[in-house]
């Protein structure tokens, strides 16, 4: 038994082998990988040649790691001073510093630099000296080429216990079949020795009774014999002739029986061929291996796909022998027939370990998918169906559904997936005033519909994507959106607008035309205002302060302020108490503004006509304040406690044009 060892990056493989060809095959695996890793590092050395002084070439964070794990460095080299007197004692691998090099405490330099041979070479050494973006640069790839490296010494690990197990589980097998073997002829020796010792009894018991047979037949003989002498031997004649007759008659009896003298038993015992077709299938079985029972194929894990791959795993509850598997996968429709007709063609990927990539599949797409399990023998059932999911599509960002304001953003967006998704992750990463974007990237997770409210910081940019998330992990992310919080951004709610109104292509200019439409254009439903010319903006649910301007020109009637979203549609602006605006009425002799809540206004006279007003809310103050934009005069305040969240409205009672300009900063002037 052998044993390796490497360190990558502060972890320890430790592989154990026998001497077999597949074993010292994966050595020489390991030692080449070993040798990659080392010429890896001498490539680094050469180019981060630093005089004395001690270069950590990893971030920050990974200098305050736990120190615990220092025992796990293990030290590599020790080079000897060049030429110039450099020396660059130990080079070091572990925890999360990737590469350090300390200065040999017997070789300090010099404070002038002449001892150590660097007075001639000083200023050439420091033109060539790499830049700390080479060397980040260097880190950078030497860190993907090591962790590329623990990959493939992670799959040759799995490779090297698999090769294990399967040896392990051939030489139980072996034990097993010699078991029953030696089993098995002990108990067929047992049944012989049984039927031979019955045998032997048998012809023990007969050949006793055929010696009982022929001791009586003597007896009786030899009986004869002497009455037959005696007779003969009698002097009375009388007696003799009297006599013999029968004995005669008996001797004639005697001599006409046919005497058998042969042995009622064989001497031989039957010696048949003994049955051992059992033990010969059990000895020929271990050679051939039976065929594998059905795999179990896992439940997907998490980020476990992309959005046209899946990682499939599966094992086996059993001691089987496999050559190789084959995974089956066809997607799931939805309106599959239930007998089966007309589903999908199904795909086949053959493989030797227990997990597989299946690529070129569609993005949030069901799959169904089955393994079966293949040796010499004959092929596996096939293992219970699984469905796993691909990656969902990124989401689309609906730009006229977000808004926001100083402290925060809406963020809506629509799936762009059939299937059902789990949940969304929200990024966000701040933009300089110079444009550059920040490396950090904040995450909101576990959105589970389609809008998301972002808290924020005030006047800043920032750059704001979704991610669609289910079980098979992220997908890609939607569309950059650019938010600013330098003020209240909100776009206007076609689906409220009255028929006669059409909205211009950016979304912020309302137009009210004075030709007649169609009564098919008329079509109106439970969200459209139907008496007053009208539409309400999308104000982010935030309370707090809130500022947005209105440009119109003068011979416009219009109103303009806030709702609540469930004000009357078949009221005026203005007429009901779910309302507040400011309206302007134009005569042929002056210009007149009303301030209408609950149909009611107070008695006001403005004498400049504000072609640009602006609107102020501030939820915590209780207020609404109209302002002329242009002089940055004030006009009205509504005082109200608002109980719900308000939208603005905008209303052309007369022929023209309207305006909105949002996302701008509030004048100091609306802080009244």
Not at 37 to 63: N, Y
Not at 169 to 188: F, I, K
Not at 476 to 489: D, I, L, P, R
Request: glycine share 6%; aromatic share 8%.
């Amino acid at each position: 038994m052998c044993s390796i060892f490497i360190m990558v990056e502060g972890s320890t493989l430790q592989l154990s082998y026998q001497h077999s060809p597949e074993k010292v095959a994966l050595y020489g695996l390991l030692t080449e990988l070993q040798k990659v890793h080392f010429k890896s590092i001498e490539s680094f050395m050469d180019l981060t040649e630093i005089r004395g002084l001690r270069l950590d070439v990893i971030s920050e964070e990974g200098e305050h790691q736990d120190l615990s794990r220092g025992s796990t460095t293990m030290e590599m080299f020790n080079l000897a001073s060049d030429r110039a007197g450099r020396t660059l004692q130990r080079f070091s691998v572990g925890t999360n510093e990737s590469f350090r090099f300390e200065p040999c405490e017997d070789n300090s330099p010099s404070p002038t630099g002449a001892a150590d041979g660097y007075g001639d070479d000083d200023e050439v050494f420091k033109k060539g000296e790499p830049e700390v973006s080479d060397i980040v640069s260097i880190r950078n790839r030497l860190q993907g080429k090591v962790a590329e490296m623990e990959n493939f010494a992670g799959h040759l690990e799995e490779i090297f216990l698999t090769v294990e197990e399967n040896f392990g589980r051939q030489e139980q097998l072996l034990e097993q079949h010699y078991n029953d073997v030696l089993q098995t002829l002990s108990q067929r020796y047992d049944e012989r020795a049984s039927e031979l010792e019955e045998e032997k009894k048998s012809k023990l018991e007969s050949l006793y009774s055929q010696l009982l047979a022929c001791g009586q037949a003597l007896g009786n003989s030899k009986e004869l014999i002497e009455t037959a002498q005696e007779t003969y031997r009698s002097q009375d004649k009388r007696l003799f002739l009297k006599t013999v007759m029968p004995i005669i008659k008996r001797f004639e009896t005697f001599v006409k029986e046919d005497v058998d003298l042969t042995l009622s038993t064989s001497l031989e015992f039957n010696t048949p061929l003994a049955d051992l077709s059992d033990v010969t299938t059990m000895m020929e079985s271990i050679n051939i291996i039976p065929a594998p029972s059905a795999p179990v194929i896992n439940p997907q894990m998490p980020n476990s796909a992309t959005q046209t791959t899946l990682h499939v795993r599966w094992s086996l509850f059993s001691d089987d022998t496999v050559e190789f598997y084959e995974l089956y996968y066809r997607p799931v429709l939805e309106d599959m027939p239930a007998d089966g007709t007309g589903a999908p063609h199904e795909s086949r990927v053959k493989v030797k370990e227990t997990h597989c990539t299946v690529m070129d599949l569609l993005p949030n797409a069901q799959y169904e998918l089955w393994v079966t399990a293949t040796n010499t023998t004959g092929i596996s059932p096939a293992s219970e169906k699984a469905l796993y999911v691909t990656v969902p599509s990124p989401p689309v960002i609906k730009q006229r559904g977000c808004s926001s304001c100083p402290e925060a953003a809406l963020i809506r967006w629509e799936s762009g997936n059939t299937n059902p998704v789990d949940s969304y992750t929200v990024e966000l990463r701040e933009m300089g005033s110079d444009g550059t974007e920040s490396s950090i990237t904040e995450s909101i997770v576990a959105v589970p519909t389609c809008q998301c409210l972002i808290q924020l910081q005030t006047s800043r940019r920032y750059l704001i994507s979704v991610r669609a998330v289910n079980v098979g992990g992220p997908s890609e992310k939607s569309e950059v959106v650019t938010v600013s919080t330098t003020g209240t951004f909100f776009h206007l709610l076609e689906d409220t607008a009255h028929p006669c109104l059409s909205i211009s292509e950016d979304g912020f200019t309302i137009f009210y035309g004075d030709e007649e439409l169609p009564i098919s254009a008329l079509a109106l439903d439970d969200n459209t205002f139907t008496r007053c010319v009208a539409i309400l903006g999308d104000l982010i649910p935030v309370r707090g302060r809130h500022y947005w301007e209105v440009e119109v020109d003068d011979e416009t009637e219009f109103r303009i302020g806030v709702a609540y979203e469930d004000t009357e549609r078949n009221s005026y602006l203005g007429a009901n108490s779910s309302s507040w605006c400011m309206k302007h009425i134009r005569s042929p002799t002056r210009h007149k503004y009303e301030f209408l809540h609950n149909g009611q206004s107070p008695d006001l006279r403005i004498t400049v006509y504000p072609a640009r007003i602006g609107v102020a809310l501030d939820y915590d103050g209780g207020t609404l304040s109209f302002f002329n934009a242009n002089l940055g005069q004030h006009l009205h305040t509504f005082h109200c406690h608002f109980q719900n969240y308000v939208h603005p409205c905008f209303s052309l009672d007369s022929p023209g044009a309207l305006t909105v300009h949002n996302g701008i900063q509030a004048p100091e002037y609306t802080l009244i």
